[in-house]
């Protein structure tokens, strides 16, 4: 199927990506910079902002992409803004705060921003969870070690490789190349 541009900071997000997209037969060629991203808790704005921003630092088709808890207990935040509130709270608080809160229950919500040279598309994928209310498993990737998908006891942390099979970001990555691969 080809080869595509990723551009994102984040190794253990280039990781899945490429696993996620080998799979399918399509190469991901990681492109590892920072983006200063629009704050905000619409992801759609967010992702549209961020694809833009890629497509003019390096000038050629590529995709991005930005993954956010949206929490029950916060009518739907912190949204596009999860990594500000994780930066800020860590694992422990934020278990403490929202896996013991009276409604644990959370969407986590990828999407991904795909830019041809002209026009850009969005794909997104979702599943449902709740928080732990100790975080379990390797902390490394952000809040993997809070998310507990439904039907499942552990952590994606917990998971390891597995959660590439059910997450929210393969969804959005398989609608991506089923679009690449037309």
Sequence with gaps: MGAIRFLSSNRFKIEEATEILGLVGVQVIPLNFKIQELQTDDMEMLIKDKTLKALEMIGRPLFVEH?????????????????????????????????????????????????????????????????????????????????????????????????????????ALEKLAKFVGS
């Design 67 to 171: 993954t956010g808890l949206f929490l029950n207990y916060l009518n739907g935040l912190p949204g596009g803004l999860t990594q500000v509130f994780w930066d800020n709270l860590e694992a422990d608080r934020f278990s403490q705060l929202f896996g013991g809160s009276p409604d644990p229950k959370v969407v986590a919500k990828t999407v991904v921003g795909y830019c041809d040279g002209r026009r850009i598309t969005l794909f997104d994928g979702q599943i449902e969870g709740k928080i732990a209310e100790t975080p379990r498993g390797n902390r490394a990737f952000q809040w993997d070690c809070v998310f507990i998908p439904d039907g499942f006891e552990e952590t994606f942390a917990e998971m390891g490789n597995r959660k590439n099979e059910i997450s929210m970001r393969r969804m």
